[in-house]
């Protein structure tokens, strides 16, 4: 395991900038994960780990080597790829050790490697297979056997899940978190699912357009997200955005929900990390995530974080454990998580509530968010 | 950090430097040959030929510079190299015409899911495996006119019937066609089965559940959406024409006396045969715009395509 | 292909079986006007001159005899020799087999590079050589024999099958790289980590896969190269032709009675070896037509 240390990196295609200088720490057995929307430029930033690709400036370390001009094979890391790139013409054990032969490495030593990380990833039974007699989940399984059995110093990961189904995906998401719990070597995790990059993560990258827009525990990420991308990023269902127009009515300072023709509610927003007298009569935009909007808070005397808001139900889309209603809050198509006995039907009207203890306000110029910025 | 060290990571350094540089150039070095020879033999040879058909070199190259003078002549002096344009355009219109209407007839009736399609198939495309010389001799037998074709029809009963494409010096461009469209039919029949197959199966039955005949199914589905086929198969029926020559050679020798010349047996004979160097030059730079004439747009929308698609 | 097409005269209603039995009809009838030049070949090959004079194009053989073969193959005569065409025969494969093994070789590797190896300008590099596959041979022939002279190989075998791997390698390299190009990128990343380098990668990983497409280009120059006739008859010596020259020049000798069943033995035994190389790997035949017909 080894630390990996990028500095303002730079990468062009052409004319085209991919990725727009970029800086990441990684530390020492340190599980990241790098998250953003297709075409971000996550893949390249990856090769350029690799060293599949050159970089146009800035600087890699991994450990305490500058390895910008070594070579992909000498830079002791290991890929997996989305596509898995297994060699079609090898059977699963020539794929295992294709890498160690290159390097010359001793032929009972191979044959003990491919054992244990078959054991290991439970492929044994496969040694003798081509891949193309391998179900998706076990071509997955050899993609990393592949790479495990070369014991490098750093994984990369480009979107290892993303071509097996659902059910399998999950399944494979943990073992490869077990997996890291166990070899603790330091990984770099690419995917575009972000509830892949919260379970899995230590720390999540989020990136757009070639910039990493913040870099930080899943937690943090999800709780005090920098900006209006990583705010509508993260969470499923996305955070709400509803654009207001800050106001003083008596004493405090807040904004107004419009839910009807008639019906509007006055949101005080006071909070000791939060004020807001800087932006009145100015345009916000308010995250709300959808479980905070619901149905189930205790109303308790004196909590000055819990407003009443009545909304007409819209649609409904039950999940199972939580109920979404859609409502318009503001001419903005609202999403509230709430308990399946209270959900209203179509066209009724709720009673809901808003936690305003968590509420992001963004500016809707920059697209940052205003107010401590942990 | 010792000076000694620093010296050594400094050395490390350039060694690996020096490596990757050599190992980017592998792949630069395995294409250089391919370059060099094309580089030569084809643009520099063109580019000689162009040279050449402004001189007035003979047997020998020769040269001087004579401008215009070989093309002058050859639009101007030379009778025949308008039989061999004119018989060129003749020979490229019907070929490809007949070419492509038998083929796509063919190519619909394969379609229909006919038993023993492996067999038609087979039968359909072996002409192009062979030889334009083999298929040359083979059909200037079958219109000899004294034992061929004239011979059977006649035996048959039809004692007046005559058949002398081959030795009419009006019409004998028209047997040349006739072998020419044997021979590539099954190829344009390959190329349109190909193209039927590759349709979007639930167009088709969409505009069957939409209750369309199967006539207007092929006359305003089917039939449209093969047009980059009917591109692709013009191009190639063209650039065959423009090449023409072992057919010829074996069919008719370009005779009687000149009248099936065409420019590709025109430049031979007179770049070869009579030792008129610069005017055969001059034929070939001709048939060399020609073609790229028709190809360089072609490529164009096609690579473009590619890129687009990709 | 996923699913066949899925229209056809159904086999339903009277008129569509009548449907049916006609398209049957035409496409039978379609075979057999493919088929009689060849059943023309072969029945007058192995007639005599008497037995042709008296019958017709289809007439049955009164007697079947293979003297014209025996003629063709041993003393017909191209121009002023009379030894047949079986040195002609040979010339054609000791030109096709290196020609066609050394620009199936290169084209590999070339096709290699364009797909898997761009560098800067490779791409520009690669349209740069595809005019190759399209240019009218006539604009290099003059060039080209000038060339040969002074390298001291006009006229021989060695010369001709030279030209052939010249101009036959746009086409091979055009072949190989559209096939490697479907190979995915990312095996040789995973093979770039794992330490192979450019030539171990194209050993282990690409080489293995290469199979059709070796069948396809190697057919595809055979069929070409054993079929030119423009080259030969430019580049070639009395004593090096190709015997499809030494057939036209049987077919052109005016010396003499006009022999039609040794033209055809001749005509098909200058045929054959590309014909059976059809009917063998028919497959890879037609891949390598259309392939190659997309661009060219
Ligand atoms: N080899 C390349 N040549 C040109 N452009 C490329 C190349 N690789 C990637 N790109 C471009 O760089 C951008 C980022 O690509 P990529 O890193 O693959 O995105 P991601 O993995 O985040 O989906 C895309 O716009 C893509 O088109
Ligand atoms: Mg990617």
Redesign the pocket.
């Given at each position: 395991m080894a630390s990996l240390t990028i500095t303002d990196i730079r990468k062009k295609?052409?004319s085209?900038e991919?990725l727009k200088g970029i800086s990441l720490s990684i530390n020492a057995s340190e599980f990241v994960v790098l998250v953003?929307p297709?075409?971000?430029?996550?893949?390249?930033?990856l090769n350029l780990i690799a060293g599949l690709e050159t970089i146009n400036s800035g600087e890699i370390k991994i450990g305490d080597d500058v390895v910008n001009d070594v070579q992909p094979k000498d830079r002791n890391i290991a890929m997996v790829f989305q596509s898995y790139a297994l060699y079609p013409n090898m059977n699963v054990e020539k794929n295992l050790s294709f890498g160690l032969e290159t390097r010359k490495v001793p032929r009972d030593e191979i044959k003990k490697t491919v054992d244990h990380v078959a054991n290991m990833l439970q492929i044994s039974e496969l040694l003798k297979r081509k891949p193309a007699e391998l179900s998706g989940g076990q071509r997955q399984r050899v993609a990393m056997g592949r790479a495990l059995a070369r014991d490098p110093a750093i994984f990369l990961f480009d979107e290892p899940l993303s071509n097996l189904d659902a059910k399998l995906r999950v399944d494979m998401r943990t073992e490869i978190k077990m997996l890291h719990q166990r070899i603790k070597t330091t990984i770099v995790y690419?995917t575009?699912d972000q509830i892949e990059a919260m379970t899995l993560a230590d720390r999540i990258a989020i990136m757009k357009d070639g910039v990493i827009q913040q870099f930080d525990t899943p937690q943090q990420v999800y709780d005090n997200p920098s900006n209006l991308f990583v705010a509508g990023f993260i969470g499923s269902p996305s955070m709400n955005f509803i654009p207001c127009t800050v106001i003083k009515q008596n004493e405090d300072t807040g904004v107004i929900f419009k839910t009807g023709e008639e019906t509007s509610f006055f949101i005080p927003i006071k909070r000791t990390d939060l004020s807001l007298t800087e932006w009145i009569d100015k345009d916000v935009i308010i995250g709300v995530r959808p479980e905070q909007i619901a149905s189930g808070f205790h109303l308790q005397e004196g909590n000055k974080q819990i407003h009443e808001i009545m909304c007409t139900v819209q649609v409904l889309e039950p999940t199972g454990p939580d109920t979404l209603v859609f409502v318009n809050i503001n001419d903005t198509k609202v999403t509230c998580r709430v308990n399946p006995l209270d959900a209203k039907q179509p066209g009724e009207n709720m009673k809901l509530m808003v936690d305003i203890s968590k509420v992001l306000v963004f500016d809707p110029d920059t697209k940052m968010r205003i107010g401590n910025v942990a | 950090m010792g000076k000694e060290t620093s010296k050594a990571n400094d050395k490390k350094l350039r060694n690996i430097k020096f490596r990757n540089r050599l190992g980017n150039l592998i792949p630069k070095i395995m294409i250089a040959p391919t370059f060099t020879v094309s580089l030569v033999c084809v643009y520099g040879f063109i580019l000689w030929t162009i040279w050449i058909s402004f001189t007035s070199s003979k047997i020998l190259p020769k040269y001087d510079f004579v401008g215009f003078e070989q093309y002058n002549i050859l639009f101007t002096q030379e009778p025949r190299w308008w039989v061999a344009s004119l018989n060129l355009f003749i020979f490229s219109g019907l070929f490809i015409a007949i070419c492509i209407a038998l083929g796509l007839t063919l190519a619909i009736f394969i379609d229909q899911r006919l038993r023993g399609e492996g067999v038609f198939r087979t039968i359909y495309l072996y002409p192009m495996a062979l030889s334009f010389i083999v298929t040359g001799t083979a059909w200037r037998w079958i219109m000899n006119p004294s034992l061929g074709l004239e011979r059977l029809v006649q035996q048959l009963g039809f004692s007046d019937f005559t058949f002398r494409l081959l030795v009419e010096s009006n019409v004998a461009i028209y047997a040349v066609v006739i072998a020419a469209v044997w021979q590539s039919t099954g190829f344009m029949f390959a190329l349109f089965i190909a193209g039927l197959r590759g349709i979007d199966n639930s167009i088709i039955k969409a505009a069957q559940i939409d209750g369309a005949s199967l006539k207007k199914i092929y006359l305003r589905i089917i039939i449209p959406s093969l047009r980059p086929v009917f591109l692709s198969a013009v191009i190639i029926l063209l650039h065959l024409s423009i090449k023409c020559f072992d057919l010829v050679m074996a069919l008719t020798s370009g005779g009687p006396g000149y009248s099936t010349d065409m420019p590709a047996t025109f430049m031979y004979a007179f770049a070869f045969n009579r030792g008129r160097l610069a005017f055969g030059a001059a034929s070939a730079v001709i048939m060399f715009i020609t073609v790229m004439a028709i190809i360089i747009p072609y490529l164009y929308t096609e690579l473009k395509g590619t890129r687009n698609a990709r | 292909m996923p699913g066949k097409m899925n229209v056809m005269v159904g086999e339903k209603s009277p008129g569509m079986i009548a449907g049916r039995i006609i398209v049957y009809t035409l496409s039978i009838l379609a075979a057999v006007y493919f088929l009689i030049p060849f059943f023309v070949m072969v029945m007058t090959s192995v007639k005599t001159l008497e037995d042709i004079k008296s019958g017709n194009l289809i007439s049955w053989p009164r007697e079947f005899t293979l003297d014209a073969w025996i003629k063709a193959w041993d003393s017909a005569c191209t121009g002023i020799n009379c030894e047949g065409v079986k040195g002609y025969f040979f010339n054609s494969i000791l030109m096709v087999v290196p020609s066609v093994a050394i620009s199936t070789i290169i084209g590999a590797v070339n096709g290699y590079v364009f797909s898997k190896w761009r560098f800067k300008g490779s791409e520009v590099l690669f349209t740069f050589l595809l005019l190759g596959c399209f240019i009218p041979f006539q604009i290099i022939l003059l060039p080209m024999s000038g060339m040969l002279g002074w390298l001291k190989i006009s006229q021989t075998i060695f010369g001709l099958a030279l030209v052939h791997i010249i101009y036959g390698l746009s086409f091979t390299s055009l072949f190989f790289r559209n096939y490697y190009v479907a190979i995915p990128d990312e095996i040789i990343k995973a093979a770039k980590i794992d330490g192979a380098g450019f030539f171990r990668i194209f050993w282990k990983c690409i080489l293995p896969v290469s199979a059709p497409i070796f069948m396809v280009v190697i057919i595809w120059q055979t069929t070409q190269i054993w079929n030119d006739f423009l080259f030969g008859v430019a580049f070639s010596g009395s004593e090096s032709q190709p015997v499809t020259v030494a057939l036209n020049n049987i077919v052109n000798t005016t010396t003499g009675v006009k022999e039609y069943n040794v033209d055809m033995a001749a005509a098909l035994i200058a045929g054959l070896p590309t014909l059976l190389v059809y009917i063998i790997s028919g497959k890879y035949f037609l891949r390598g037509l259309t392939a190659g017909a997309v661009k060219g």
């Open positions: 295609f052409g085209q991919v953003g297709s075409g971000c430029g996550k893949s390249t930033l690419v575009h | - | -």
